[in-house]
């Protein structure tokens, strides 16, 4: 087993999912959905910005609230064998909900964290699919956390369209996909 097997799931073994498996499935592959689309969201309210439109800060308000669903949806349900790796790129996210809550106005910072977790899983699909761009996606996070801190609406915008739209390549090909592949074999993970 090479070291990129010993992280994620194998999708050529064919394991029986119970109930909470495909829940779990499903609620990984809505997370990234979400994700995607919060990103759209997101880069249609700092374009809206840009044009000084008044909805801007209401579809801000929106994408930042998804981006938080769909972080805890991912995180909760990432399929990832090594228990380190697998614990990074959950607990970031924890970490993001919690500063969200706690500093609800350094979006910058919390936001960071849930990107965290975003980078990690574009990188673990991205051992899966041939999707452009994906290796590219923790770079346009990291720097639309720049951008969000020193508070540009025009690049912010380029940044998370350009994210949402890989991200949503990516969710169209999960939902394209068998349940079991996300989960690959039970008895690798590491507990």
Same mark, same amino acid.
């Given at each position: 087993m090479n070291y990129t097997e010993k992280l994620m799931a194998n999708p050529e073994h064919k394991e029986h999912l119970d109930g909470l498996d495909k829940i779990s499935v499903v609620s990984y592959r809505s997370g990234i959905t979400l994700f995607a689309l919060?990103? $759209?969201?997101?880069?249609s309210a700092e $374009?809206?910005?840009v044009l000084e439109v008044? %909805?801007?800060?209401?579809?801000?308000?929106?994408s930042l609230n998804l981006i938080a669903i769909s972080a805890a949806l991912s995180a909760a349900n990432i399929h990832v064998y090594n228990k380190k790796v697998r614990a990074i790129i959950a607990w970031s996210s924890w970490l993001g909900l919690a500063l969200f809550i706690v500093l609800p106005t350094k979006e910058w910072l919390y936001i960071g964290f849930m990107f965290i977790t975003f980078s990690g899983i574009a990188l673990k699909e991205s051992y899966c699919f041939k999707v452009k761009g994906l290796n590219l996606v923790p770079l346009l996070l990291i720097l639309s956390v720049l951008v969000m801190w020193m508070k540009e609406p025009a690049i912010l915008a380029a940044l998370s369209? $350009?994210?949402?739209?890989?991200?949503?390549? $990516?969710? %169209?090909?999960k939902w394209k996909m068998p349940l079991h592949f996300d989960i690959g074999n039970k008895a690798s993970y590491e507990i």
């Open positions: 919060s990103l $759209l969201v997101l880069f $374009l809206l910005c008044d %909805i801007s800060p209401v579809l801000r308000e929106w369209g $350009l994210g949402g739209f890989i991200y949503a390549v $990516l969710a %169209i090909e």
